[in-house]
């Protein structure tokens, strides 16, 4: 039935906002002042906006639109940018780090001459497909020759010599020239491009070629077969690129104008050193070069076997390499990623205990590599929070060369009661119901905790009228205090007839002024009382209720009316303020066990909003309650209060059942 909880945090959320409350916040909540309040991620207590927690107290993140400051590159959360957006495609991608080419994301907010403009971007180090690792979209005619198209796909490729010179053995089209294209090639005395044998031209060759005669359509003719000399026997020049090794000239030629395959460009066979990288082979075929840089310097990037250098190749590498004797061996005077061994670089040695490369004296192996130990003098980071080089466990440092904590099962002896860090004892579990707490102070009454087997309750505050007394024993009928909101009342004896029953129900007063009492709800504090004669306004249907009895509001009505299953039609509780004008009562409408939403839908009026619908409908029954019992003290400390602003003036914005004149919805 305690539907009206979350009204209620909306109330008092509302009341803190208009004038006449008198519960107010002591400390006015402020982002900047180092103290975590409500609606704040984070207080750092500063107004930088670019460290982990912003000038608006929230926690820094990628996508804020704030670049944080205070982190280097290799730190997580490191921010090179922040544009606050969930654009991938432009300067700052989605993961806070400035696009550049190769990053796999093409940018979209530049026009095709801006600096840093991408086509694409396939986030490979490839030339061969169709981005370019320039972020420049292949083209034929570019140099590069795309392999991930198969012939007949748009845009594949054949070769590609980045030339615009159509009479080498790569075609402008990217296609492999070929007797019959129409234009003159390596190796052709002439190109018709038709297949006509009986033509002029016939199989790239002049049909007068081989008469020793220079005719027209021939460049050369020696008159012979052979292919070798400086004619072709197609009557075409010899030239490096004809597929034809001209003798005393050329050492091969494969026709083609790739560069890095087993033939140069120049008709030479390709060899390491000459400046040329190979890519025609794998690493397991032999020839395959990493590198050629066409130098004999062993002491470079680029060895003299047209390999790249490395750590361990038995050569050492200039300005890289302090030493490389060709092993894998980390315990012989040169290390494996060819260093001088040495105490600090890492590796165990000789005598070395340990080794591990630095010049913290506070991590498990020491600046002259020796362990670290509990009892060293040095606090071992991370595993030693204190070392006092001693064997006393009941002071600040544990054996263990640990903090002495509440919870470490052992109880200081080196601190007096009342001091800093006391404890009455130490049992080293997480139990609150025990002798021992959490806190490391002995258990007691009123602590707040319920002591296993000696209490059956303790719930910490002073109050006798709850459901746990200040002895820790469980209220119960009879005890002699007036358990709130379950209890009308508790004399304390068994007496049943004396006004307060055994059951501790008080006895039921009457309704006032002539009116009849229609019924009781089954906990005895709230009837309906009505007027026979249907004679009392609407506005003034509170005196009917009894001596000290009031309207109901909605708070005290949904805590209560569990178990009235009694339908009385419409009847009618606490008047409140409409948000235009005029009043309206909290209206119950059919079976008294249903929770109502709160309301004010039955017409009315009040000195503080009067209306003409306050005397009009005189045929209502009023819907009275006995008072909650701390409405009045000034306090808003039960359910069934909005507000208590401890007066007893109607007129104000708190009326006297702890409701707000003002109903909200209203």
């Not at 390499?321 to 040495?342: F, K």
């Not at 030693?384 to 002896?413: K, M, S, Y």
């Not at 303020?577 to 309206?584: D, N, V």
């Amino acid at each position: 039935m305690l539907k009206a909880v979350p009204l209620i945090i909306a109330f008092g959320l509302l009341i803190a906002a208009c004038g006449d409350q008198v519960v107010v916040r002591e400390t006015q909540a402020a982002c900047g002042n180092g103290s975590l309040e409500a609606a704040e991620q984070c207080d750092d207590g500063n107004v930088e906006n670019t460290d982990s927690c912003t000038a608006g107290c929230m926690v820094a993140a990628c996508g804020d639109g704030v670049m944080r400051s205070d982190l280097d590159i290799n730190t997580e959360g490191y921010e090179a940018c922040d544009d606050g957006n969930e654009d991938d495609n432009d300067g700052c991608t989605n993961a806070c780090v400035q696009a550049v080419c190769g990053d796999g994301i093409t940018r979209l907010d530049l026009s095709e001459g801006q600096p840093a403009y991408e086509a694409c971007d396939d986030g490979n180090d490839r030339n061969d497909d169709g981005c370019l690792t320039d972020c420049v979209l292949a083209r034929c005619g570019d140099g590069e020759l795309r392999v991930d198209l198969e012939l007949g796909e748009n845009g594949y490729e054949a070769c590609d010599d980045g030339n615009t010179d159509d009479t080498d053995a790569c075609r402008n089209d990217c296609s492999e020239a070929r007797c019959g294209d129409g234009i003159l090639g390596p190796g052709e005395g002439c190109d018709d491009g038709n297949e006509d044998p009986t033509d002029d031209c016939a199989n790239c060759q002049p049909a007068t070629c081989g008469d020793r005669i220079v005719q027209d359509g021939e460049a050369c003719d020696d008159g012979n077969s052979d292919d070798t000399d400086g004619c072709l026997s197609s009557c075409a020049p010899a030239r490096c690129g004809d597929g034809v090794v001209r003798d005393g000239h050329e050492e091969c030629d494969d026709g083609n104008m790739n560069q890095r395959d087993a033939c140069t460009a120049a008709c030479e066979p390709a060899r390491c050193g000459d400046g040329i990288l190979r890519t025609d082979l794998t690493p397991e075929q032999e020839g395959y070069e990493g590198c050629d840089d066409g130098n004999l310097d062993e002491t470079d990037v680029c060895l003299n076997n047209c390999q790249i250098a490395r750590c361990g190749d038995g050569h050492i590498w200039a300005g890289r390499e302090a030493c490389d004797d060709g092993n894998m061996d980390d315990r012989d005077g040169c290390t494996q990623d060819c260093l001088v061994a040495r105490c600090g670089d890492g590796i165990v040695q000789g005598e070395e205990a340990c080794d591990d490369g630095n010049q913290l004296q506070t991590d498990a192996c020491l600046n002259d590599c020796t362990a670290a130990r509990c009892g060293d003098g040095i606090i071992h980071d991370g595993v030693e929070v204190c070392d006092d080089n001693n064997q006393i466990a009941e002071d600040a440092c544990t054996n263990a060369c640990q903090l002495a904590r509440c919870g470490d099962g052992v109880t200081r002896t080196d601190i007096a009661q009342g001091q800093a860090g006391y404890e009455a004892c130490d049992d080293g579990n997480q139990l609150q119901t025990d002798a021992c707490l959490n806190s490391c102070a002995a258990a007691q009454c009123g602590d707040g905790h319920i002591q296993a087997g000696i209490e059956a309750c303790d719930d910490a505050n002073g109050l006798q009228t709850d459901a746990c007394l200040n002895d820790c024993t469980a209220a119960r009928c009879g005890d002699g205090h007036v358990h709130a909101g379950v209890e009308g009342c508790d004399d304390g004896n068994q007496i049943d007839n004396d006004g307060c029953s055994n059951t501790c129900i008080a006895a039921i007063p009457t309704c006032q002024n002539g009116a009849t009492q229609r019924a009781v709800s089954p906990g005895g504090d709230m009837m309906v009382c009505d007027d026979p004669n249907n004679q009392t306004c609407e506005q003034d249907v509170e005196r009917l209720c009894p001596v000290g009895w009031g309207l109901c509001n909605y708070m005290q009505y949904t805590r209560r009316n569990d178990g009235w299953n009694l339908n009385l039609g419409v009847v009618v509780g606490e008047i409140h303020c409409r948000s235009g004008s005029g009043a309206g009562h909290f209206t119950v409408h059919g079976n008294l066990n249903n929770d109502e939403n709160f309301n004010c839908h039955y017409g009315s009026s009040r000195p503080s909003c009067t209306s003409g619908y306050g005397c009009n409908e005189r045929q209502v029954g009023a819907l009275c309650c006995r008072p909650t019992p701390t409405c009045g003290n000034g306090q808003v400390d039960h359910p069934e209060e909005r507000c208590d602003d401890g007066n007893n003036n109607e007129n104000d914005n708190c009326l006297n059942s702890c409701d707000t004149r003002m109903g909200q919805g209203c």
